[in-house]
């Protein structure tokens, strides 16, 4: 599923400015491109915040007023430490004949037997690193703990994918585990 962000390109500005262009409901960012000059851009803060609540995950298609669109992924973005306000935003631009390094989010369904024991649930990293095309891309990776018992571990070796992606994150990097408290 694609999700569409109205873009429009910026010049580059300074603090006072970029505070400006907050103010006025706008989130600026940056198209990272392999193989051209990266854009500055600034997209809808409001919409972006609503996709994020919604799990935030997939391609973008940034459309810009009379030029066309450009398909992303979401890199990065950069949040207030004390107000938690979105500050600024990075994007990937895809290109579909070449692989790409990405993020995948995993969501963990269900709850574990261990928490009716007395467990706790401790996750540890809530993404996986992968490289592949980008038709081969999962949204997100959804694994079922509710079978998990208190000392069991999820690691990043139990998330399966398609033969086509590749798993650039350590194999025995934690996801999640049931501890006791």
């Known amino acids: 599923m694609t999700t569409r962000f109205q873009a429009e390109p910026r010049v580059p500005l300074n603090s006072s400015g970029l505070r400006e262009l907050r103010r006025s409901g706008r989130l600026p960012g940056v198209i990272f491109r392999k193989h051209a000059e990266n854009e500055r851009i600034h997209i809808s803060a409001t919409q972006f915040q609503k996709w994020l609540k919604q799990g935030g995950s997939g391609f973008i298609e940034l459309h810009f007023e009379g030029e066309g669109s450009l398909t992303v992924l979401l890199e990065d973005f950069q949040r207030d430490p004390v107000t938690r306000d979105l500050l600024h935003v990075d994007f990937q631009q895809v290109q579909m004949g070449e692989r790409i390094r990405t ?3 995993v969501k963990f369904k269900g709850t ?3 928490t009716k024991e007395g467990g706790v649930v401790q996750i540890q ?5 992968v490289e ?3 038709k081969h891309l999962p949204d997100v990776v959804e694994l079922d ?4 018992g208190i000392g069991e571990t999820l690691y990043v070796k ?5 033969s086509e992606v590749t798993v650039i994150s350590e194999a025995h990097e934690f996801l999640l585990s049931v501890v006791k408290p």
């Open 103 to 105: 993020k995948i989010p």
């Open 125 to 129: 990293c809530s993404a996986v690193e």
């Open 158 to 162: 139990d998330v399966e994918f398609a």
């Open 132 to 134: 592949a095309l980008p």
């Open 145 to 148: 703990i509710s079978t998990m």
């Open 112 to 114: 574990p037997i261990g």
